[in-house]
């Protein structure tokens, strides 16, 4: 595209797209899939293209080019996945207000050009990454499962797996020696190779990646015994994870770089634990707050007492007051769970449970029935309430 015709491409750009919606211009929906845009978008480019209206008059002409321009620019955006997700935010595809500056459009027909040859000839224009540009290695992910009391305390552990690591032969090159690396004669080097192909549009001239490196620009002659060209090994190894106190169930950690083996220099991956705690018998967690069962006899319950408790903690005090009703929740402040990363705790609610005795003899049922002829009403307040509103007669 000239460059006066860029300058006003762009001049005009925000105004002009702002009213075209890009999804109705490729006539997909917004729930279309990648490959429902990019078929959309190769039968309008097939359609479109300006070698279809040689014959044309001007007004067509001019007609198709305008079509073509905003078929072009529709794709540029939702065929790729970042701008497609701005635009479909805030309705640019840089996330802004609007259009131009580095997030313009500045490929002009040029650009459609590169698109095409990844379409119909592999060509290394859009969307292909440069073999040589260093990479990270994968991420690994392992689950570990703790008990309630390593949950509670923090605990360290030790992984074992299996992971690709630099080959200790040849350092990564996958060559045999530093004289069974050489320049590719086929590509000088380049990684690149151009040559004429034919299209849907007629013989063009397309850049593609070089078939003898595989875009590297480098070959080896002889490849290393150990990790036979790879580049690295399968290798066994311990990781340590110190697993902080407070941890719950389903919480993920990451350890930076203990992944796989990374590429052309690349940084390894990630390891990525999940973490499983087992429940606990005893204690139901509720964030940081652990509640437990506490059975109790009935004098304890109506004379009040002070029980020890075995906590996570330590033991602990509670005091069951004077008519305490089961059901009752007794907070200990500070004999929770650890808070995860928080020199603090959460609390214990002790839940009072009063249990009613079994297998009573004939003398203990006739001082229970004495006991309880001699209660008043007024002692009973609940089954006072119930007996006044005649839920049920005594």
């Not at 083996?261 to 705690?277: D, S």
Request: aromatic share 8%; with cysteine.
């Amino acid at each position: 595209m000239p460059p006066t015709l860029r300058g006003q491409w762009h001049s005009c750009e925000k105004e002009y797209m702002a009213k075209k919606d890009l999804y109705e211009i490729l006539g997909v929906s917004k729930t279309a899939s990648d490959e429902d845009i990019k078929k959309a978008y190769r039968k309008l480019a097939i359609n479109l293209h300006p070698d279809r209206f040689a014959n044309a008059t001007d007004a067509e002409k001019k007609e198709a080019e305008e079509k073509f321009k905003e078929i072009n620019r529709a794709y540029e955006v939702l065929g790729d996945k970042d701008k497609r997700a701005n635009y479909d935010k805030y309705g640019t595809e840089d996330g802004s207000q609007g259009f131009g500056g580095a997030g313009g459009f500045e490929g002009g027909f040029g650009g459609f050009e590169d698109i095409l040859s990844s379409f119909f000839t592999g060509g290394a224009g859009f969307g292909r990454r440069n073999p040589n540009e260093p990479r990270q290695g994968e991420d690994i992910h392992v689950k570990i499962n703790l008990t309630f009391e390593e949950a509670y305390n923090g605990v360290t552990k030790t992984i074992r797996l299996n992971r690709d690591e630099p080959c200790s032969s040849c350092k990564g090159t996958g060559a045999k020696d530093a004289a069974s690396i050489r320049v590719c004669p086929y590509c000088k080097g380049a990684g690149t190779i151009r040559k004429n192909q034919q299209t849907l549009f007629g013989q063009q001239v397309v850049q593609t990646p070089c078939t003898n490196c595989g875009g590297k620009g480098k070959v080896i002659t002889e490849k290393c015994p150990t990790c036979k060209g790879a580049g690295y090994a399968r290798k066994e190894a311990n990781v340590k994870v110190n697993v902080p106190a407070g941890v719950d169930n389903g919480v993920s950690m990451t350890l930076r770089g203990e992944g796989n083996n990374g590429f052309n220099g690349g940084p390894k991956g990630n390891l990525v634990i999940a973490v499983g705690v087992m429940q606990s018998e005893k204690y139901k967690r509720v964030g940081s707050d652990l509640y437990m069962d506490l059975p109790i006899g009935f004098y304890d319950a109506a004379c009040g007492c002070e029980i020890g408790i075995d906590t996570l903690k330590g033991e602990a005090k509670c005091k069951i007051p004077e008519s305490t009703q089961s059901g009752t929740k007794i907070r200990l402040k500070g004999y929770g769970m650890k808070v995860l990363q928080k020199d603090m705790y959460g609390d214990l609610y002790v839940v009072v449970k009063i249990e009613t005795p079994k297998g009573l003899s004939s003398k203990q049922l006739k001082l229970l029935k004495a006991f309880e002829d001699s209660l008043s009403d007024s002692q009973y307040p609940q089954l006072k309430k119930m007996k006044k509103g005649g839920l049920f007669s005594k």
